[in-house]
Every structure is written in C-alpha cells, then in structure tokens.
C-alpha cells in the first residue's frame, strides 16, 4: 500500500513472512532554483466563427421584435391601457396631461380652430366650451378650441409652444394670454424643461435624434411615462389632473383646498413688492414677447390681456398708472407687428369668489372671462379683423 502524501512510503511482505517498508522522500529543491515558467504561445490568431455571429444576430433579432412587440403594446389593444401614461420627456404632469388630450381631440376631430397658449393664469381663466358656446350663438358653428395653459410657462416657452403647435396641429387661430405685472417683475423665474425638450423642439423644425425617436415610437414614449411615473408626486397630479381636465383642456379645480385667497395672495404681493422697481419692462419678457409676436404661417394671432384683481395692480409704485403705462407699451407693440391687442375689461362680475388669488380664477370666474374672451372673438370676425376660425370646415 502506497501513502498518496510525500514523503511517499510503502508497505508489503517478504516471501519469508516479514513486513517491510520502503520511504522515498522528494530531494530538495536546490537553492535560488527559479519557479516553473508557463509556457508563452506567439504566433495565435482568436478567428470568430459563423455560430458566434449568427448569436449576435440572432440577440440582435431579439431585441427588434421585442421592441416592435412593446411598441404594439403601447399602441393598441387593452396592453396599452394597462401600461403608464406615455411621456415627451418633460417630467410636468401639467404639460403631459394636456398635450395627450389635445392629440386625442386632434385625432378625434381632424381639426383644431384655435389654441389658447401662456402660463397658468390661461389655465384657470379660459374655459373652451363657454367660448364655443358664445360663437355658437352668434354664427350657428362650433368652434374647437383648446386650453394649453401650463405651470409657470415664460414668453419664451409660450413662443415655442406657439411655433411647435402651428407646425403639429396648423390651427386657424392661437390666442396667447399674457400677464402684464410679470413685465416689470424682475424675479419671475418660469420652468426652463419646456425650451430645452427634444419633442418640442423636433416640433419646432430642429433635427434632435431624441426628439424623433419620441415623436415617431409609442413605445419610447411609454418608457418615458413609466420613468415619470416611478415619482409618487407625479403620479398623484397627473391622476388628478386627469380626472378633472375637461377633453378641451380646461381644469379649472385645484387638485388638493387651496390655502385662504388672502394668504395666497399675501405671499404674491411680497415676492411682486420686492422685485419691481423703476418704469421700465424687463429686457427678457420684451424679447420673449416680440418671439410671440413674430409666430406667422397661415395661422392667425391675437394677444390679450389677462384679468389682475385690483388690490394686485394697487401694488406698483405709482398704482394704476404703472399697469395702465405696461398695457400701453405692450399694446404699442403688438399693433407694430399687426397683432390684434385686447384688453380685458374691468368686470364687476370679478369679485368675491371669482378669483382664487390675485391672478389665477375660480371657476365661477372662468366662465364670465371666457364668456368675454368669446364675445371679443366674435366682434373681431365680425369687423373683418380676423377670419373665421371654422371658415374651412365647411359651416
């Protein structure tokens, strides 16, 4: 018997009977010996062969028809209802939920008269089925209009929108509300993702691989959305918001009780009182609005000034006159650029509960704004200063 462990020994028995065992231990290594080398093979090529690149293509098969599987997903059937909201990337539920319900109605309709676009001042004022209601009544046709008033949106991002919507959807008409105090409020600061989204600005004629990807594949816009909505607060306004939202676009509700007017309001008045100084715009809201006012194409243009509650306006350091010098100014340079200029009359019905602060309507509010906004629209068509919206539809 052999013991498998150096020094190796073995074991037996002699033909006389005797037991015998033999040691054999290893030699020592002589001193500074060098360790055994591994032997180095020069001259090898690695070749890939046919059935490594036929599972690169065959991975790559895979990935194409999984996409193009999640991409009918996304776009029909009941999969679709069951996977999140889709997303253009901008991570605003204000914004997301809006421009979904302004391709379903463009989709279901196959025609946008008008748009409403500015911040969300628009959002709370302007109600699209009582200025429908208001043409209906004076030329016997409906009037497709649509609410695209978003959180916090500059002149600059309402520019944008207004050029992205007249290549998209070709309206016959784009009304833009603006906020005259925000014309010398130097510390406004607007939400910047809306200037800088791919989506928008492949819209807008610029070429952005992002953008395309997100305009063209349902499926990218679903992961988007599925990326949106992993964010608790996102999920909880846009679900909101899509309860509530009106198919034109239109709120008008706060998601969760608003605060008391007065403390709302207390709030805007410290953050206006610190921010406006001499008689003189500000030099980024004049750009941004000459961008509106240079939106053209074959879709018409009419700027309006949005209602200010009167204890807002008294806020200026010269009151009345302040505001009264900012329409003027403003006024001056939309009819310079042959836009129509509206300014929003004085309304007695706009007290107590019509306002929710100082620039932001309830919906009792809403309704005599929108019934206005409808009646301005209507004279105009009426004295030949704009066309009307739904001439092509055949009314």
């Known amino acids: 018997m052999v013991d498998g462990s150096p020094p190796y020994a073995a074991t037996g028995t002699s033909a006389s009977g005797l037991q015998v065992t033999a040691s054999i231990e290893a030699a ?23 059935p490594v690149g036929l599972t690169f293509l065959s991975a790559l098969a895979l990935l194409v028809l999984g ?11 009941r999969a679709a209802s069951l996977l999140p909201p889709p997303s253009r990337g901008t991570h605003m539920p204000h914004f997301e ?8 109605l463009a989709a279901a309709t196959g025609r946008i008269d008008c ?23 004076a030329f016997g046709r409906d009037l497709n209009c649509f609410n695209f008033g978003i959180f916090r949106a500059t002149d600059s991002a309402t520019a944008l929108l207004a050029r992205a919507f007249i290549r998209r959807y070709h309206p016959r008409l784009l009304v833009v509300g603006i906020v005259l105090p925000l014309y010398m409020q130097r510390n406004f600061v607007g939400v910047p993702v809306v ?36 964010s608790g607060g996102f999920r909880h306004v846009w679900n909101g918001l899509d309860a509530k939202m009106s198919p034109y676009g239109y709120t008008g509700e706060d998601l969760e009780p608003p605060p008391p007017l007065e403390v709302v309001a207390a709030e805007q008045a410290r953050r206006f009182g610190s921010s406006v100084g001499t008689r003189r715009l500000v030099d980024s809201q004049t750009r941004a609005f000459r961008e509106i006012l240079a939106v053209r194409g074959d879709t018409q243009l009419a700027v309006f000034e949005m209602p200010v509650r009167e204890a807002f306006v008294s806020m200026f350091p010269q009151g009345r006159s302040d505001y009264e010098w900012i329409a003027e100014t403003v006024g001056t340079e939309a009819r310079n650029a042959g836009v129509p200029f509206w ?13 929710r602060d100082h620039l932001h309507l309830t919906k ?12 301005a629209l209507v004279d105009a068509v009426h004295r030949g200063r704009l066309s009307d919206p739904t001439a092509s539809n055949g009314g």
Not at 97 to 104: D, S, V
Not at 343 to 355: Q, T, Y
Not at 364 to 375: E, Q
């Open 67 to 77: 996409f193009a599987a999640l991409e009918m997903a996304a776009r029909f059937g």
């Open 97 to 104: 939920t809006r421009i979904e319900r302004l391709e379903a």
């Open 28 to 50: 020592p290594a002589p001193p500074f010996a060098r360790a055994p080398q591994a032997e180095t093979v020069t001259g090898v090529s690695l070749r890939l062969r046919w």
């Open 343 to 355: 300014r929003a009359p004085r309304f007695k019905e706009l007290s107590g509960d019509a306002w």
């Open 195 to 230: 200037l800088h989204n791919p989506w928008l600005r492949w819209q807008d004629g610029e070429f952005t691989p992002w953008g395309w990807a997100i305009d063209r594949s349902a499926a990218v816009r679903r992961i988007l959305g599925l990326r949106s909505w992993t």
């Open 115 to 137: 748009i409403a676009i500015g911040n969300s001042a628009i959002d709370r004022a302007l109600d699209p089925e009582v200025i429908a209601a208001t043409y209906r009544e």
């Open 364 to 375: 009792a509010g809403a309704r005599v704004f929108s019934r206005w906004l409808g009646t």
